[in-house]
T-cell receptor, first 112, second 114 residues
């Protein structure tokens, strides 16, 4: 099993550009989440999904969209990038909502 | 949403036992307590989870008093490779729209000294 994979590893955007961060898992987990981590800070929940076709907002959802068309994939879309979205983004999956979360390696995003 | 409070940093010598305490005064009845470890430039990794009393696995123990308003992660005989940030997480199983709110907080940076 590859676990949770994220692409790209690094990305630089200009203000106003849009892009999609990819996340995939091969563990057949129902629950998937996106977090952002700013320097010296903990992780903050952006959006999450409890199954294909079901998504909901987390703590900091503004400026981000998600969809879950398959169990395996959970892409995160930045609609119009802003410097405040410069961060490291982690995707996670778990079998159940209170079960162990498995994290991907992260995507380091810089918005100029 | 249960808020957690942990020490910002701790130092320990190799071979010592390390105890990191997390306060969660407004923990809800169905909330679990979970600890994660994070190394630089990596995603967090699960360490241990518990609901009450004591839980032990091959890497750590988790002590939870009867009132569940705090919990203590115990790492026996730490080594240099245990230098990392440790997060205490409090949350419940998903029960409907908007209910899945897990907060990592800033964590505790543990530095193990040779």
């Amino acid at each position: 099993n590859a676990g949770v994979t994220q692409t790209p590893k690094f990305q630089v955007l200009k203000t106003g550009q849009s892009m999609t961060l990819q996340c995939a898992q091969d563990m057949n987990h129902e629950y998937m989440s996106w977090y952002r981590q700013d320097p010296g800070m903990g992780l903050r929940l952006i959006h999450y999904s409890v199954g294909a076709g079901i998504t909901d907002q987390g703590e900091v959802p503004n400026g981000y969209n998600v969809s879950r068309s398959t169990t395996e994939d959970f892409p995160l879309r930045l609609l119009s990038a802003a410097p405040s979205q410069t961060s490291v983004y982690f995707c996670a999956s778990s079998r159940g909502s209170a079960d162990t979360q498995y994290f991907g390696p992260g995507t380091r995003l810089t918005v100029l | 949403l249960a808020k957690t409070t942990q020490p910002i940093s701790m130092d320990s010598y190799e071979g010592q036992e390390v105890n990191i305490t997390c306060s969660h005064n407004n923990i809800a009845t169905n909330d679990y307590i979970t600890w994660y470890q994070q190394f630089p430039s990596q995603g967090p990794r699960f360490i241990i989870q518990g609901y009450k009393t004591k839980v032990t696995n091959e890497v750590a123990s988790l002590f939870i008093p009867a009132d569940r308003k705090s919990s203590t992660l115990s790492l026996p005989r730490v080594s240099l490779s245990d230098t990392a940030v440790y997060y205490c997480l409090v949350g419940a199983p998903y029960s409907g729209a908007g209910s899945y709110q897990l907060t990592f907080g800033k964590g505790t940076k543990l530095s193990v000294i040779p």
